[in-house]
């Protein structure tokens, strides 16, 4: 069973960044694309960006310039550095593949607020 756990929860500043990282229990992870995504309240969870083992990303249009993904394959883990923040960008950040599999995390909590 795939295990993901993302850390990083914080409130932050409008303008300001936060990093997230997700570390991942199985080794497969290695070899598939890692995705970060969100959910804020009342919404549906969306993709906000991702990237394949070869390091090629894909970012969502509302992140585009301002986050950025990156992947430690011998760690299995996962980054997300979020800058520029935004308060709509409040939301919990959850780690998985893509296309997702059904073992998501608990999440972490971003609040960009002043």
């Known amino acids: 069973q795939v295990q993901l756990v993302e850390s990083g929860e914080a409130l932050v500043n409008p303008g300001g960044p936060r990093e997230l990282s997700c570390q991942a229990s199985?080794?497969?992870?290695?070899?598939?694309?890692m995705a970060w995504y969100r959910q804020a309240p009342g919404k549906q969870r969306e993709l906000v960006a991702s990237?394949?083992?070869?390091?090629?990303?894909n970012y969502a249009d509302s992140v585009k310039g301002r986050f950025t993904i990156s992947r430690d394959n011998a760690k299995i883990t996962a980054y997300l550095q979020m800058n520029s923040l935004k308060p709509e960008d409040t939301a919990v950040y959850y780690c998985?593949?893509?296309?997702?599999?059904?073992?998501w995390g608990q999440g972490t909590q971003v609040t960009v607020s002043s």
């Open positions: 998985n593949h893509y296309p997702a599999g059904n073992y």
């Open positions: 199985e080794g497969t992870s290695g070899i598939l694309t």
């Open positions: 990237i394949t083992t070869g390091g090629s990303t």
